[in-house]
């Protein structure tokens, strides 16, 4: 059971300004109670008086709420092209946002390097000691073992298992570190403030360099056995590309990815083009064949747009294959909501009516697809709302401490001013 700090804390952060009487009448506990619990949350530093309620004559209440800058919290996003790091203050509001490239060719620990840096100099730009920070989120490519802290199925960053992210982070700052997949940081962020804001059965599909998704069901994230939950790139989608052995780059990653749609538009294009010289005469002697430039999937939407038959099929087969994937997905999961997120997948939502038309037919509860609200910024945003539920939670377990041991001996433990 809470201590009556920490249910005042909780109702003060939740409902404030409000007064001792508004708190009593909330919690049923007694008024003395409540007095000294707020009277010591003050001298605490984590709530403040914010004005009085009540008018003409007679004593007015006091007003309470809580102190949003007692600390601050850091998320950070190592993405394929661009690290991200937020500060914000401990109700959520950004105080400072920064970026750098990953750079992620150098490897492993020059990114980690660079990553740290980027955090060090986040802090003096924003004005905040590394003491303030009460936790730290990361949203980090692959997968990080709970219990080893070593780091799996890292798409794009050379000698990423040997950088162990989770320790190097909590010894810099001295706080505790929550690492998540990105793309479940980026469900977190979509349903904190985005696109999926107040659901509890939620899917984000990411659809981008690579393909994944990030689940929340009952309000709570999937993470699966090892942490692999929403590796859907994996799915297979054709019996005929069933494989031999297995490949780090799954069946369905391959088809509707950025580098899947490329591959695909350049395989098609090249049996085109053999059919069309069948039955054309030899080039002369020294006559050098085309060559077609440097292309991207972003590049071939727009050229299926345009009418190019070509492009047109590859985009009309990667709507199917992402058709199978949701009806799958929806048959298992029945989320309320799938949102869209990714270059690719904002790029797909635009055909979000063939979609929902495959789902009608295949599933009995077909939800609704949304398209990703925050951006580049759902995963750094991701993060740091998983660190301001860490931070929150180190609060009311020192707080907790302080009731049921400090103030039994007299010596109640003081949390750092800011």
């Given at each position: 059971m809470?201590?009556t700090?920490?249910?005042?804390?909780?109702?003060?952060?939740?409902?404030?300004?409000?007064?001792?009487?508004?708190?009593?009448?909330?919690?049923?506990?007694?008024?003395?109670?409540?007095?000294?619990a707020?009277?010591?949350?003050v001298?605490?530093?984590?709530?403040?008086?914010?004005?009085?309620?009540?008018?003409?004559?007679?004593?007015?209440?006091?007003?309470?709420?809580?102190?949003?800058?007692?600390g601050?919290?850091?998320?950070?996003?190592l993405?394929?092209?661009?690290?991200?790091?937020?500060?914000?203050?401990?109700?959520?509001?950004?105080?400072?946002?920064?970026?750098?490239?990953?750079?992620?060719?150098?490897?492993?620990?020059?990114?980690?390097?660079?990553?740290?840096?980027l955090?060090?100099?986040?802090?003096?730009?924003?004005?905040?000691?590394?003491?303030?920070?009460?936790?730290?989120?990361?949203?980090?490519p692959?997968?990080?073992?709970q219990?080893?802290?070593?780091?799996?199925?890292?798409?794009?960053?050379?000698?990423?298992?040997?950088?162990?992210?989770?320790?190097?982070?909590?010894?810099?700052?001295?706080?505790?570190?929550?690492?998540?997949?990105?793309?479940?940081?980026?469900?977190?962020?979509?349903?904190?403030?985005?696109?999926?804001?107040g659901?509890?059965?939620?899917?984000?599909?990411?659809?981008?360099?690579?393909?994944?998704?990030?689940?929340?069901?009952?309000?709570?994230?999937?993470?699966?056995?090892n942490?692999?939950?929403?590796?859907?790139?994996?799915?297979?989608?054709?019996?005929?590309l069933?494989?031999?052995?297995f490949?780090?780059q799954?069946?369905l990653?391959?088809?509707?990815?950025?580098?899947?749609?490329v591959?695909?538009?350049?395989?098609?294009?090249?049996?085109?083009?053999?059919?069309?010289?069948?039955?054309?005469?030899?080039?002369?002697?020294?006559?050098?064949?085309?060559?077609?430039?440097?292309?991207?999937?972003?590049?071939?939407?727009?050229?299926?747009?345009k009418?190019?038959?070509?492009?047109g099929?590859?985009?009309?087969?990667?709507?199917?294959?992402?058709?199978?994937?949701?009806?799958?997905?929806?048959?298992?999961?029945?989320?309320?909501?799938?949102?869209?997120?990714?270059?690719?997948?904002?790029?797909?939502?635009?055909?979000?009516?063939?979609?929902m038309?495959?789902?009608?037919?295949?599933v009995?509860?077909?939800?609704?697809?949304?398209?990703?609200?925050?951006?580049s910024?759902?995963?750094v945003?991701?993060?740091?709302?998983?660190?301001?539920?860490?931070?929150?939670?180190?609060?009311?377990?020192?707080?907790?401490?302080g009731?049921?041991?400090?103030?039994?001996?007299?010596?109640?433990?003081?949390?750092?001013?800011?």
């Open positions: 809470a201590s700090r920490v249910e005042v804390l909780r109702m003060i952060r939740e409902r404030g300004p409000i007064s001792r009487t508004e708190i009593q009448a909330e919690l049923g506990l007694s008024f003395p109670a409540i007095s000294l707020v009277a010591d949350l001298q605490e530093g984590l709530v403040i008086r914010s004005g009085s309620t009540g008018s003409g004559v007679g004593r007015k209440a006091e007003l309470f709420e809580f102190n949003p800058r007692k601050y919290v850091m998320g950070i996003d993405g394929a092209r661009k690290i991200r790091v937020a500060l914000a203050n401990l109700v959520g509001n950004i105080v400072h946002k920064a970026e750098v490239p990953t750079l992620a060719y150098e490897g492993g620990p020059r990114v980690m390097a660079r990553l740290l840096e955090a060090k100099s986040s802090l003096l730009a924003g004005n905040i000691q590394k003491s303030e920070v009460l936790a730290v989120g990361v949203a980090a692959g997968i990080s073992e219990s080893t802290g070593k780091n799996l199925l890292f798409p794009f960053i050379p000698s990423w298992a040997e950088v162990p992210i989770h320790a190097i982070l909590q010894d810099e700052f001295g706080a505790p570190v929550v690492v998540e997949n990105d793309v479940d940081m980026a469900v977190i962020g979509e349903r904190t403030w985005g696109a999926g804001k659901c509890n059965d939620l899917v984000f599909l990411n659809i981008a360099v690579g393909v994944a998704a990030g689940i929340i069901l009952d309000g709570r994230l999937v993470r699966g056995r942490a692999a939950a929403g590796e859907v790139g994996f799915m297979v989608v054709d019996p005929s069933a494989r031999e052995e490949d780090d799954g069946v990653e391959s088809l509707i990815s950025g580098p899947g749609i591959r695909q538009w350049m395989q098609l294009r090249s049996k085109a083009a053999t059919t069309e010289t069948a039955s054309m005469p030899l080039e002369p002697a020294g006559a050098s064949s085309f060559q077609p430039p440097e292309i991207d999937s972003e590049t071939i939407f727009a050229m299926a747009e009418g190019d038959p070509v492009a099929q590859v985009i009309a087969r990667t709507v199917s294959y992402l058709s199978l994937a949701l009806a799958n997905l929806v048959a298992v999961l029945n989320p309320e909501k799938v949102i869209l997120g990714g270059g690719v997948g904002l790029a797909l939502y635009t055909r979000k009516e063939a979609l038309e495959f789902l009608r037919r295949h009995p509860f077909p939800p609704e697809i949304v398209h990703a609200q925050l951006g910024d759902a995963s945003f991701g993060a740091v709302a998983v660190a301001l539920e860490r931070a929150t939670m180190s609060l009311e377990e020192r707080l907790a401490d009731i049921d041991n400090g103030h039994e001996k007299g010596q109640a433990p003081r949390l750092r001013e800011a």
